[in-house]
């Protein structure tokens, strides 16, 4: 089953010389929200989360690493290049 991703509209409030969002009590009971927030800039936007989950789990962070579509093939040129001959002592 896939996830539904639900939107909702904000309104940009000003706040001083800055600009805010209003989020609906409803919203900040279900994820928790308090006094702080992380945004983070991701390539599809901005993510809000609560600051005390801010952190990813070890397996979060697995899960992150496993998914990701690094090319590593150069890694292995720099292991032999050449400083293993070095003599480093006095």
């Not at 040129?77 to 006095?90: P, S, V």
């Given at each position: 089953?896939?996830?539904?991703?639900?939107?909702?509209d904000?309104?940009l409030?000003p706040i001083?010389?800055?600009?805010?969002?209003?989020?609906?009590?409803?919203l900040?009971?279900k994820?928790?929200l308090?006094?702080?927030?992380?945004?983070?800039?991701?390539e599809?936007?901005?993510?809000?989360?609560?600051?005390?989950?801010a952190?990813?789990?070890?397996?979060?962070?697995?899960?992150t690493?496993?998914?990701?579509?690094?090319?590593?093939?150069?890694?292995n040129?720099?292991?032999?290049?050449?400083?293993?001959?070095?003599?480093?002592?006095?």
């Open positions: 089953m896939e996830k539904q991703i639900r939107s909702r904000a309104k409030v001083g010389n800055s600009k805010g969002i209003r989020i609906p009590k409803v900040l009971q994820y928790g308090k006094d702080t927030l992380l945004i983070e800039e991701t599809k936007g901005l993510l809000l989360r609560n600051k005390k989950e952190k990813l789990s070890c397996e979060e962070t697995y899960k690493m496993a998914g990701e579509t690094e090319n590593w093939d150069d890694f040129a720099t292991l032999l290049d050449g400083l293993e001959d070095e003599d480093f002592g006095d």
